[in-house]
């Protein structure tokens, strides 16, 4: 490590703390790129990586050390931001790494304890973290919740950088209970309003319910274009989301249906690479759903 | 009858004819008011309703003709209001009249046309009908959606009136398809939020997530709150018509998950009198779902 972090707040080191991010992808591309920005040093390992995180990270100015293990012996903090089903063996890639580990991901707090149980056999420190807002920007800081004793010595590597973290609390899960009850919301009505529409297509009665929308609840004709958009570029990596916000929902004693059919939907979305929301993008969604008198097993 | 509605259009005799209305609570009370304020003789049965439904029915001007049978004999069109686990009961106590009964419950698809089959039996004429908005006001009318063939023979009927009726299609089924659709959304948005402040709330972060939805989706706060007190003063007539919403999902091929929850937390809301919302109403809901480490049946 080129800092310790034993004892003392990481605060002071935190200008000088040497970061790690695995794996870059969108955003996490996009945290490496704000911590360059405000002087940090960043590193992280392509092994194993494609030609698009390659660029990526490129682009963010973040170095190279070749593999995780590599990287886990250089960095005081290892930043963890991947699609939630890989997060597991992300932090396996790094067990006996001495600094602090911070998971970034989209994860149930039951996963959250599993992942820090990893870390800390290998004689890591945990941090549980949960990013809400899209990728960070000057005029739109995305925020970063961390939870666990050891939250509040992440908040000072964040100092003058578009992401404002804070701190939810002393407990690991917290951060990403957090994450779970708010994508529960944004996501989860994203797959509900592609499901309506996939409905009202099927039963010929989609133009009066855009008419009816129009009238009384007019954001969402446009919000289910932009579910359509999100589906055919993210849903990939959000049915795994979707599985752990519905175990979140069965661990509180909640029923999981509600995540568990948006994961459904999101597994069956094109993935497109064009950015931009249109007629034609729902269309190429919806078509992939199935057809009237098709049977879904049970959800 | 006291028109004959063979042939003819009903819109010159829609003025002059007799409507029965079965079984009126807030709203079917609601839609007798508007008839009767546009001098339209409206008649209903008491027989076997409760002392707030003959309250209800007396205020509105309604006419008592005591049970259901003659009501059927004295009417050109009967209109059906009643939460949607009674609709094929309603049906069938009037099997054998021979006008127009419109059915303007939250049905699916399929059980607008188990009612048609009902009617169509016994010699009637079968309009699907469903019902969008509160109960209508003349600054907020209120849309009645009507399909099947004999469907415009009925909007000369609200002529006048804070009921905007508008025919869907000639097909039974699609404007109980249409009310399924919109309900999906409104009612169903209504049970997720209600789920998320219980997770949130058992996950110790709700505080969290209410200032991070104030900030970024300030019109969630108030929303759950709206959303407590629908659950808590009409949840229960609304399980069936999540239970009906599930089955037009099925029937169109997508998961049934999302309303088959929703059903689910209605299912468990207090019934109370108030109509106020504030965070004691919200308190009361989320106190009666279950508690962390309770295991619901799989949905």
Known sequence: MANSTDGGPLAPAGGGAVTGLLHPGEMGAAVGSVLRASGRMVLWASSGRSAESRRRAELAGLEDVGTAEELSRRVDVIVSVCPPHAALDV???????QGIFVDANAVSPTTARELAAVIT????RFVDGGIIGPPPAADNPTRLYLSGTDAALIIGLFNETPVAARVV???????SALKMVYAAWSKGTAALLLGIR???RAEGVEPTLLDEWRDSLPELPGRSLGAARSASTKGWRWVAEMEEIASTFAAAGLPDGFHRAAAWIFDRSPRLERGQADE??????????PQPGHRPEAH
């Open 91 to 97: 932090a396996r890639s790094v067990a006996g790494f």
């Open 169 to 175: 609390s002393d407990e690991i899960g917290a951060a």
């Open 198 to 200: 996939a409905v009202a």
């Open 121 to 124: 056999a290998g004689g890591g």
């Open 280 to 289: 034609q993008t729902l269309d190429e969604v919806l078509a992939l759903l």
